[in-house]
């Protein structure tokens, strides 16, 4: 089994793999600890439903797949959460279960459960692997199985490949025989990635008035593209907070629509020719319903490999291309700015409002989130929890010359793993910063264990509003039971981290406190909470004024 089970392990180092994180099992030790003997990182997680997003975390941060190895029984089961956010927002994993041999299937044995294609639809790829055999042909056989894993992750719609793997007793490798080399071939194996050209014909385009919408996850290499392109047509580029296009200060960007596409008139007013659409549907609920409104219009969604997202329903033609040499195709200009003006006023007062939240007293996540943008460090990734913190983060971090990636999970827009995934980001990147609600961290508090283990470094800032603050803002606020069932209250003492995690705490109570804590933390290792408690009415009060109604006509 030993040298079996180190081919398997040494391909997928040779494969460009660094990253494991395993949790603690009899069935997977041969994996467990071969995978230590090699020259991986390896990250030990005793919770797999955190070892899943931390993996997670790893490989949205890196690009990179990374390995989830883990016992056989309900253990797997954990990955679940994870594998479903993996799924939605393309992220590449390599997920190992270790299982018992077939004669101890369906009779009873402790701790096996049916792992066959336990994931379903959520990878992309699932094999069970043969039982190990001590022979070339097989460490061949083993290699090229990791291979068809890691090309299926990282090919079209990035994804996470199965392999469950049955071994057999006894379970302990002999390090004395230990030869990683074992049925390695002369050269490795590499997997070559295309590019899909174009096959567009703008002239559909001609003297068109449009939009450009950027979501999340289309990458970084089209940014100039896109903004170029956006200058050509005269279409504004509508940035979402995930597409890091607020990186820009260009005039073209517009990063305050969701405070201004409320109503009927300015939806009317701005209606577009076309739209294209470039990544994740975009974290704005009104940009979304502007674009319900039109569905007249043409609407390209480009990428370079097939998923629908448009819940409009309005998609007019999907163009299967890399959005940078896409953009960079269409050479046509358009010389009537009237259109883009019309945006570009509204952007301008509706970003003078929310600006100037800067001025308020009372502690409100807007002039928060204006702060923290101030003071995170060039190079910085911002890790954001759903739910109002990146709807906040959609308000308040404004479009400027700066080098800050933000992330959240938006493949799901889950508030579970919110923890893990960003420490799974510090462990490969720093600074890292997490901004989290109340509920979504007290959700993966297990989380914090593995920062611990690991020495990871992630300054967390909570805005803790005692409770699931999004449902204020939702038709369920005026209802029976409000509080019980949608606001949860839970009035947990998160100060309590300090003896339980180790952890360094502070409590913001004002604007003054909240920056000298974050600078000090920035200063310091290990995980650092900021907590900052929010009055959820006077939050929601200051919500209406800087983000709702802002401008109802529009010429
Ligand atoms: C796993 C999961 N369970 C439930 C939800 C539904 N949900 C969305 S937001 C939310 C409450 C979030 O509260 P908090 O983290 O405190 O942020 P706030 O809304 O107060 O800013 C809940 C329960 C979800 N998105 N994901």
């Not at 990635?193 to 002239?203: E, L, R, S, V």
Request: proline letters at 5%; a neutral charge; glycine letters at 8%.
């Amino acid at each position: 089994m030993t040298n079996y089970m180190a081919a398997l392990v040494d391909e997928l180092y040779q494969l460009g793999v660094r990253e494991v994180v395993i949790s603690p099992g009899s069935r997977s030790t041969p994996l467990a600890m071969l995978f230590c003997e090699h020259a991986f990182k390896t990250f030990l997680n005793i919770d797999e439903r955190s070892a899943g997003f931390f993996a997670l975390g790893i490989a949205k941060g890196c690009g990179r797949p990374a390995v989830l190895v883990c016992t056989s029984g309900s253990a797997p089961a954990h990955y679940l959460p994870a594998l479903t956010e993996a799924r939605h927002s393309r992220v590449p994993l390599i997920v190992l279960t270790a299982d018992r041999p077939p004669e101890l299937r369906q009779v009873g044995a402790p701790q096996t459960i049916d792992q066959n294609r336990l994931f379903g639809g959520f990878v992309k790829y699932y094999e069970e692997l043969a039982l190990p055999e001590e022979q070339e042909s097989m460490y061949r056989y083993v290699r090229v199985v990791m291979q068809r894993a890691y090309a299926s992750a990282v090919s079209g719609e990035y994804g996470a490949a199965h392999i469950n793997i049955p071994v057999r007793e006894p379970l302990i490798p002999d390090l004395s025989r230990l030869n990683f080399a074992a049925g390695r071939g002369r050269d490795n194996f590499k997997y070559v990635a295309g590019t899909m050209q174009p096959a567009f014909d703008p002239a559909i385009l001609k003297d068109k008035q449009g939009i450009i919408i950027c979501g999340g996850g289309a990458g970084a290499d089209y940014h100039q593209a896109v903004l170029d392109l956006g200058k050509r047509l005269q279409a504004p580029v509508l940035a979402d907070p995930l597409s890091n296009l607020r990186n820009y200060a260009e005039d073209i960007i517009i990063d305050s629509y969701d405070a201004f596409l409320q109503s009927d008139t300015v939806k009317m007013a701005l209606k577009p020719d076309f739209i294209f659409h470039f990544g994740q549907v975009p974290v704005s609920k009104r940009l979304q319903q502007f674009v319900a409104r039109h569905q007249d219009v043409l609407y390209f969604q480009v990428d370079e490999s097939f998923a629908y997202r448009n819940p409009a329903l309005s998609t007019t033609s999907y163009i299967s291309a890399s959005p940078k040499l896409l953009a960079a195709s269409i050479t046509m200009h358009n010389n009537n700015a009237g259109y883009a003006a019309k945006w570009l006023t509204l952007q301008q007062q509706t970003r003078n409002r929310l600006n100037r939240a800067r001025d308020e007293k009372q502690l409100f996540e807007g002039k928060l989130i204006q702060l923290l943008q101030e003071l995170l460090p060039p190079g910085t990734l911002l890790a954001v929890a759903n739910s109002m913190a990146i709807r906040d983060v959609d308000y308040f971090f404004a479009a400027r010359r700066q080098n800050i990636k933000v992330m959240c999970n938006r493949g799901t827009n889950g508030i579970d793993g919110t923890v893990s995934t960003a420490l799974g980001m510090a462990a490969i990147h720093s600074p890292t910063v997490l901004l989290t609600g109340d509920v979504a961290f007290y959700h993966d508090l297990n989380g914090l264990l593995t920062g611990k283990t690991h020495a990871l470094n992630l300054l967390i800032v909570l805005f803790n509003n005692n409770g699931g603050g999004i449902f204020n803002y939702l038709p369920q606020r005026a209802e029976k039971h409000f509080d019980y069932l949608f606001r949860t209250p839970h009035d947990i003492n998160f100060r309590g981290l300090q003896t339980l995690y180790g952890i360094t705490y502070y409590e913001a109570t004002g604007y003054p406190a909240f920056e000298q804590a974050f600078q000090e933390a920035l200063t310091l290792k290990g995980i650092k909470l900021i907590e900052v408690k929010i009055d959820a009415a006077v939050s929601k009060a200051l919500h209406d004024q800087y983000t709702t109604g802002l401008v109802t006509t529009c010429s």
